[in-house]
Every structure is written in structure tokens, then in C-alpha cells.
């Protein structure tokens, strides 16, 4: 009778105690699968309990089941064979994901499980998939964001910002991200710079720069040149720095939200100029002429002519970056008495 009681727990013990063993031999592949398989049988009898008791080995065998994938698709890359393991981990979470998206004590778990489903979709590059999961928990009644716990809820935000990011979509991107970093643990120094790495390009995108003091309290350098040059104006700084750091802002994905800094770096420069005719002659400080544009480039060996840069400072006026229009017989930009160089205050350009 004893034996009958528990013998539905020999399919979880026996390909557990396998998986281990061949983890021990160095046999990831063997050691996935028989995990994996633990991992099902477990979930079988998950389905079955009415209470949450085995919530905490439910998220184990979640972020085991993803570490374990990634470990068993890199051996089956360095023999030549096709890494498909992680993609199967991602099903099985998915399913797993489905036992807990009902009502009931169980629900509260599913936010881990779709923090571990974001990181297999963000390393196949498959974040396309993000969205069906995201819908379920921000749609679906059953779910209450609040009572989720705060770890998976700042693991959430974080991913769910970086999706906002790669989609342009900067005011939903400061939000999450910012709830991300506000809520993060303090002593987490490594999970606040992983904030800061996708928070700084959106703060900058909207008109927000940060302190020096924070980009060298979290080795965030790599921003520090592209800071300078939206206070000096400067875009040959601007460049350099994004030439500079290349590889790593592409590795990020945020090396187009940096490129588009440009036309803030150019109000800048056009601001400067601005700023200087004001000291030398009030009265005509808001007439400036292309040609003085094109000057300032070229001390700062940027090769442009008068039609280019007219055609930059369309995009400005377009972009309600400079207030003005053009006197363009006389090849002359009249700007605005009165404000003539909107903030952005907290919204993307051109918005």
C-alpha cells in the first residue's frame, strides 16, 4: 500500500537521478532530456494539487529546465549538431505556463515563468513570441499585477522595457524601465546596470541626460562621450563615440535610438550659435545664416554645404525642435522670438 502511494513520483525520481548522473559525466544533451522528462512527469502531478505548496520547485525546475538548454544547445553546437534544445524548453514552459493561468493560489507563479520565457525568446532572437505571453498577463482578469512578487515583477518590466525599446516606443519604455530600476534591490549593482544600459539611450531620446556620477558608479562610460556631445553640440564627438562602442550598442540594440540623437545634437549647435549672435547683437540673434552653420561644421571637420544644412534645419522646424521658418532667397533661418528651441520635457522627438 505504502509503495502504491508513492509510486507516481517514481516518473519524476528515476529520469531526475539520471539527468544528475549524466550532468556529473559532462553529458548535457543526455542530462536535458532526462531532466526534461522529470520535469513533465512533475508537472502531471502539479496539475493535480489544489493548493501552491510546490510553487518554489515549480520555479527550480523552470529556471533549471532554461540553464540546462542552453548548457546541452552549446554541445550540440561544437559537434555540428542543430541546438534545439532551448526551443523545446520554451514549450514546455509555455505549458507549464498554461497550468498556472487559471484561477486559484497557483496564479502568482506565472510571472517567474514568463521571466524565464522572455530569456529563452531574447537568446534565440525569436521576441516576436514575447507578445502572446504579455497579452495573457496584462489582459486576462485572472491576473492581478500587484500581487505578483516584486522579484518577477522588476524582472518583467525589465524585459517588457526593452521589447518597448527595439519598438521606438519611448514613453512606454521610460515607464517600465524606470519602475524596473525604482524597485530593483539597491545591493543589486549588476541588476541596476543591466537597467541603466537600455534606461540611459531612452532618458537621453526624450531629452533627459544623466550625471556623470552615475555612468562611472555603474562602468556606464560608453555613454559618457555621447553626453558631452549633446551638451556641446557637438557631432563629430557624437560619431566618434558610436563608432567607438559600436559592437556593444548593436549587441544592446540600441545603437539606432543613439544614432537618432543626432538631431538633438544639432539644436544644440544651432543653440550655441544662437546664444553667441545674441551677445554680440540682441537684435539680430534670431536671423542666422546657413552659411554660419556650415562654418561651425567645418571647425568641426564636418563637410557639409548650405543645401544639406538647410535641409537639416527643415527636419528641426518639422520636428518642433527649433521654432522658425526659412528666408530662402537669402538663405537665412528666422527663429522664433519667443522660445525658440523647445523641450522635449520628458517626450520623444517630433511627438
Given at each position: ?55 518554489d520547485?515549480?520555479?527550480v ?5 532554461r540553464?540546462?538548454?542552453e ?13 534545439e ?43 516576436h ?17 500587484e ?33 524596473a ?99 554680440k ?8 545664416k ?62
Amino acid at each position: 500500500m505504502q509503495s502504491e502511494k508513492y509510486s507516481q513520483y517514481v516518473d519524476i525520481m528515476v529520469p531526475l537521478f539520471r539527468a544528475l548522473q549524466n550532468y556529473r559525466l559532462g553529458n548535457l544533451v543526455d542530462s536535458y532530456q532526462a531532466f526534461e522528462k522529470s520535469a513533465n512527469a512533475f508537472i502531471q502531478e502539479f496539475r493535480n494539487w489544489d493548493s501552491a505548496w510546490a510553487l518554489d520547485a515549480l520555479h527550480v525546475v523552470a529556471y533549471e529546465i532554461r540553464v540546462l538548454a542552453e548548457r546541452a544547445d552549446r554541445e550540440l553546437g561544437a559537434i555540428g549538431k542543430n541546438p534545439e534544445k532551448l526551443k523545446g524548453a520554451g514549450s514546455f514552459l509555455m505549458k507549464v505556463f498554461g497550468v498556472l493561468a487559471g484561477k486559484g493560489p497557483k496564479r502568482v507563479g506565472a510571472l517567474y515563468v514568463t521571466c524565464q520565457l522572455f530569456k529563452i525568446y531574447f537568446k534565440l532572437g525569436t521576441v516576436h513570441l514575447c507578445r502572446s505571453v504579455i497579452r495573457s498577463i496584462e489582459t486576462a482578469r485572472i491576473f492581478d499585477f500587484e500581487e505578483f512578487p516584486i522579484r518577477d515583477k522588476v524582472t518583467y518590466m525589465y524585459y517588457t522595457g526593452r521589447l518597448e525599446v527595439f519598438n521606438e516606443n519611448f514613453p512606454a519604455a521610460d515607464h517600465k524601465l524606470s519602475y524596473a530600476l525604482t524597485h530593483c534591490n539597491s545591493r543589486s549593482e549588476a541588476n541596476i546596470r543591466m537597467i541603466l544600459k537600455y534606461l540611459i539611450p531612452v532618458k537621453l531620446s526624450i531629452g533627459m541626460i544623466p550625471k556623470n556620477s552615475l555612468l562611472e558608479k555603474y562602468n556606464l562610460t560608453e555613454y559618457s562621450n555621447i553626453v558631452l556631445a549633446l551638451k556641446r553640440g557637438d557631432l563629430r564627438l557624437l560619431r566618434h563615440a558610436l563608432r567607438e562602442h559600436e559592437d556593444r550598442f548593436l549587441r544592446s540594440g540600441v545603437y539606432l535610438v543613439l544614432e537618432k540623437l543626432e538631431l538633438q545634437v544639432y539644436q544644440r549647435l544651432v543653440k550655441k550659435i544662437y546664444i553667441i549672435q545674441k551677445q554680440k547683437d540682441p537684435n539680430k540673434a534670431h536671423q542666422i545664416k546657413l552659411e554660419v552653420i556650415v562654418k561651425a561644421l567645418k571647425w568641426l571637420e564636418m563637410d557639409m554645404d548650405v543645401d544639406e544644412v538647410e535641409c537639416i534645419m527643415s527636419i528641426l522646424i518639422y520636428k518642433n525642435l527649433v521654432k522658425g521658418y526659412f528666408a530662402h532667397k537669402s538663405k537665412v533661418a528666422v527663429l522664433s522670438k519667443q522660445d525658440p528651441f523647445p523641450k522635449l520635457n520628458g517626450k520623444p522627438v517630433g511627438s
